[in-house]
T-cell receptor, first 113, second 111 residues
Framework: KAGVTQTPRYLIKTRGQQVTLSCSPI?????VSWYQQTPGQGLQFLFE???????NKGNFPGRFSGRQFSNSRSEMNVSTLELGDSALYLC????????????FGPGTRLTVT | GENVEQHPSTLSVQEGDSAVIKCTYS??????FPWYKQELGKRPQLIID?????GEKKDQRIAVTLNKTAKHFSLHITETQPEDSAVYFC??????????FGRGTSLIVHP
């Protein structure tokens, strides 16, 4: 069974631009969560989608948004990029909300200049 | 919200020694406690998890213990090997299903 995949793997953007990241979960997994990982703040939860609906949301500004498609693939969008948005963005899939066991993708390394 | 404290931030051991990483959490409603291993440049990988109705779980050289009364849980690695060197994260989630991660422990196993 193929693992979680994320595209692109690396991205360089300029302040003020927007970016869209993509995540394909493990086949059969319907829940996709997004995390931001930085050396200073560690792993922080952004949001979780299940059945095309956002089920949980972390403490991030509205510039961070996401969506999920009917095939469970998910996208995350960050608008009006700031230097502080530079991070590794990880998605993780699981069978469903609250079912615990999550499998992470390789991440997208976003650099904002 | 939930707060997870993880200690130590760095742990250096000799090959063959045991390593113990401890986490405390604040939300008594938390009921799922996974541990992840992240090697340099790689994705976090789930290595073991425990639910609140269990006090201890083992998987070969790895074990996790949970004390719900004291709100802490620990990862134990026995007979450490150089390939165990990585950053280990604990996490807690519960009623809100929003997982909160510890800040990570960098484990260094010296050959």
């Amino acid at each position: 069974k193929a693992g979680v995949t994320q595209t692109p793997r690396y991205l360089i953007k300029t302040r003020g631009q927007q970016v869209t990241l993509s995540c394909s979960p493990i086949s059969g997994h319907r829940s996709v969560s997004w995390y931001q990982q930085t050396p200073g703040q560690g792993l922080q939860f952004l949001f979780e989608y299940f059945s095309e609906t956002q089920r949980n949301k972390g403490n991030f500004p509205g510039r961070f948004s996401g969506r999920q498609f009917s095939n469970s693939r998910s996208e995350m969008n960050v608008s009006t990029l700031e230097l502080g948005d530079s991070a590794l963005y990880l998605c993780a899939s699981s069978l469903g909300v609250g079912l615990g066991e999550q499998y992470f993708g390789p991440g997208t390394r976003l650099t904002v200049t | 919200g939930e707060n997870v404290e993880q200690h130590p931030s760095t742990l250096s051991v000799q090959e063959g020694d045991s390593a113990v990483i401890k986490c405390t959490y604040s939300d008594s409603a938390s009921n799922y406690f996974p541990w992840y291993k992240q090697e340099l440049g790689k994705r976090p990988q789930l290595i073991i998890d425990i639910r609140s109705n269990v006090g201890e779980k083992k998987d070969q050289r790895i074990a996790v213990t949970l004390n719900k009364t004291a709100k802490h849980f620990s990862l134990h690695i026995t007979e450490t090997q150089p390939e165990d060197s990585a950053v280990y994260f604990c996490a807690a989630s519960g009623g809100s299903y929003i997982p909160t991660f510890g800040r990570g422990t960098s484990l260094i196993v010296h050959p």
